[in-house]
T-cell receptor
Framework: NAGVTQTPKFQVLKTGQSMTLQCAQD?????MYWYRQDPGMGLRLIYY???????DKGEVPNGYNVSRLNKREFSLRLESAAPSQTSVYFC?????????????FGQGTRLTVV | QKEVEQNSGPLSVPEGAIASLNCTYS??????FFWYRQYSGKSPELIMS????GDKEDGRFTAQLNKASQYVSLLIRDSQPSDSATYLC???????????FGTGTKLQVIP
């Protein structure tokens, strides 16, 4: 199984450019997430989607938009990239059960905004 | 105060020793706790989850939870150089949507 697949793995953008990070999962999970990881800051939630058709803001949503295209796919869009958005982005998915929820992460996208 | 706190390390232990990784959390309503391992340049990988007070063992890994003290720990027995990684602690009140991660502890296992 592929699990959670993100594209691209690396990207360099100029300030003001836009781009979309793609994420797809093949585990039939309801919930999907976008995180960013910065040195000394840990993983911070940007947006999440508890189910197909719903999205909610996380801790650091400013400058981002998301689309839950279907149960499998959850994309993250930067409309006008800024240097402060230089980071490593991770997509994740999880299925909640009575025992809790455990998330599985994609391989990450290393984004540099110059 | 961060919601989930970890010592950034590095924590250095000799091969074969027990590595003890600690985490404290500030939200008393937290119910579910997770330990992730992250190798340099890679994505986090779940290694343990714990939901009740006490110990939970899985192979060489033991997670310990003390809700009264708001403390979670991960013990790695017979540490191997391949265990060298950053270990992330995470907590949530319920529902993975609201999970909060610590900044991670870097573990170095010295051969």
């Amino acid at each position: 199984n592929a699990g959670v697949t993100q594209t691209p793995k690396f990207q360099v953008l100029k300030t003001g450019q836009s781009m979309t990070l793609q994420c797809a999962q093949d585990m039939n999970h309801n919930s999907m997430y976008w995180y960013r990881q910065d040195p000394g800051m840990g993983l911070r939630l940007i947006y999440y989607s508890a189910s197909e058709g719903t999205t909610d803001k996380g801790e650091v949503p400013n400058g981002y938009n998301v689309s839950r295209l279907n149960k499998r796919e959850f994309s993250l869009r930067l409309e006008s990239a800024a240097p402060s958005q230089t980071s490593v982005y991770f997509c994740a998915s999880s299925e909640e059960t009575v025992l809790g929820a455990e998330a599985f992460f994609g391989q990450g996208t290393r984004l540099t905004v110059v | 105060q961060k919601e989930v706190e970890q010592n950034s390390g590095p924590l250095s232990v000799p091969e074969g020793a027990i590595a003890s990784l600690n985490c404290t959390y500030s939200d008393r309503g937290s119910q579910s706790f997770f330990w992730y391992r992250q190798y340099s340049g890679k994505s986090p990988e779940l290694i343990m989850s714990i939901y009740s007070n006490g110990d939970k063992e899985d192979g060489r890994f033991t997670a310990q939870l003390n809700k009264a003290s708001q403390y979670v720990s991960l013990l790695i027995r017979d540490s191997q150089p391949s265990d060298s990684a950053t270990y992330l602690c995470a907590a949530t009140r319920g529902g993975y949507q609201k999970v909060t991660f610590g900044t991670g502890t870097k573990l170095q296992v010295i051969p």
